[in-house]
């Protein structure tokens, strides 16, 4: 089976001027495409040719984990972004975030504050607990909750390529554009669903 | 004890049109000088107050590791690279890197490909290991080896941050400006000091 890279939810141009048409040619049209290009060669021949991406997630480790994982978290990181985006959630989500972490403003100074503070490449994400809670989580490299059998609700990209064109070291900045930009939307959908 | 940022051992501009002076504005004057002062913040009232950068180097953890281990890699790097460099290296270091690796061209082509395969952020090292031998070896984000009594002779940065602005995602063409920029007379005198 031949992995292809999954279309972008919107234009290239649709993220301006949080995020530059150039960040998503290269991020989408570079990384992402590398990413499933590398997996599509790393798995012919092996017993991962056939498996679901999450399975090849769940059972394989080096490269093949890498890029497997790397292709499922850019997907995902794509539907957490809108040009619609910003704002606060509603509803069950919503609820979720203020027993967490009492308002929604101390929620988003923490995430803000482990994005910023993660060390090396990696990814922020919001997930859902036990009992309708939700945590904060940070990982490395390619490196993601579903390995450890979390409900992912949103996630922000930290590799430098992610924010480097458009705000160079800056991460704060590149932390403003995704509060711009954050899909509620779908994040309170993955929590409904999960 | 204050850590101050050490003196780039060149003009900014000087590595054009190989890298930037813009890169190196962000790399050293941005990234190095940002470890440079979070170290600073960071050992105020701890064991490591007046320790040397290596000593904290080799006994430090998290956060207090991550900075003066970055700090030291980029004093390191920027020495490894020069505007009159490249070619190859002569006399007892050429023939140890013969020995170790059959001949200078295969060592260049399997240190290249480590770089390129050091996946998320990283530093890729030529090392002096404690029997002699040469070795290449991969560390991930501000791993050394200073911590595991090996002797740095050279070191290329693979974070994105090192060729993001010049080369963008294509980090192999960033590699092929190392090799002309390497500075050999640097490595060769760390060779010759253990």
Same mark, same amino acid.
């Given at each position: ?13 649709? $993220? ?21 290009? %590398? ?13 679901? $991406?999450?399975?090849?997630?769940? @059972? ?9 994982? !790397? ?12 040009? @619609? ?28 504050? !482990? ?17 309708? %809670?939700?945590?904060?989580? !940070? ?15 949103? %996630? ?39 | ?11 900014? &501009? ?5 890298? &930037? ?40 953890? =998290? ?41 200078? &061209? ?5 240190? &290249? ?6 996946? =998320?952020?990283?530093?890729?090292? #030529? ?6 031998? #040469? ?13 595991? /009594? ?30 002309? #920029?390497?500075?050999? /007379? ?9």
């Amino acid at each position: 089976m031949n992995y292809e890279l999954p279309s972008l939810p919107y234009e290239m141009n649709a $993220l301006e001027p949080h995020i530059s048409a150039e960040t998503l040619e290269y991020h989408y049209g570079k990384h992402h495409r590398k990413y499933v290009n %590398t997996l599509n060669e790393l798995i012919a021949g092996s017993e991962f040719e056939d498996m679901p $991406l999450e399975s090849i997630i769940q @059972k394989a480790n080096g490269p093949i984990f890498n890029n497997a994982a !790397q292709v499922w978290n850019h997907a995902f990181y794509w539907n957490c972004l809108s040009p @619609k985006g910003g704002g606060e959630p509603v509803g069950k989500l919503a609820e979720a975030i203020e027993n967490s972490y009492r308002s929604f403003h101390q929620f988003k100074e923490e995430f803000t504050k !482990q994005a910023t503070a993660l060390f090396g490449a990696g990814w922020v994400w919001l997930v859902k607990g036990m009992d309708e %809670t939700v945590a904060i989580e !940070q990982t490395k490299d390619g490196d993601n909750p579903l390995t450890r059998g979390r409900i992912v609700l949103l %996630t922000c990209d930290m590799w430098e390529h992610a924010y480097y064109i458009d705000y160079r070291n800056d991460k704060g900045r590149y932390l403003d554009a995704f509060w711009n930009l954050v899909n509620w939307d779908i994040a309170a959908s993955n929590f409904d669903r999960g | 004890m204050e850590h101050k940022l050490p003196p780039l051992p060149y003009d900014k &501009s000087a590595l054009e049109p190989k890298i &930037s002076a813009e890169t190196l504005e962000f790399h050293y004057g941005k990234h190095h000088a940002t470890y440079v002062n979070n170290l600073n913040k960071l050992i105020p009232g701890t064991e490591f107050e007046n320790m040397s950068l290596e000593d904290i180097v080799r006994n430090a953890s =998290g956060g207090i590791f991550n900075n003066a281990a970055q700090v030291w890699n980029h004093t390191f790097y920027w020495h490894c690279l020069t505007p009159q460099g490249g070619g190859q290296p002569e006399s007892a270091l050429g023939e140890a890197i013969t020995s170790a690796f059959g001949s200078f &061209s295969n060592f260049k082509e399997k240190f &290249s490909t480590s770089a390129a395969t050091n996946f =998320g952020s990283g530093w890729t090292w #030529l090392v002096k290991n404690s029997d002699g031998r #040469l070795e290449i070896v991969n560390t991930s984000n501000a791993g050394t080896p200073l911590t595991e /009594s090996k002797t740095a002779l050279l070191t290329i940065d693979v974070w994105e941050h090192a060729y993001y602005i010049d080369y963008r995602n294509a980090r192999p063409k960033y590699i092929e400006a190392f090799w002309e #920029l390497v500075n050999w /007379s640097h490595a060769a005198k760390q060779f010759a000091a253990t």
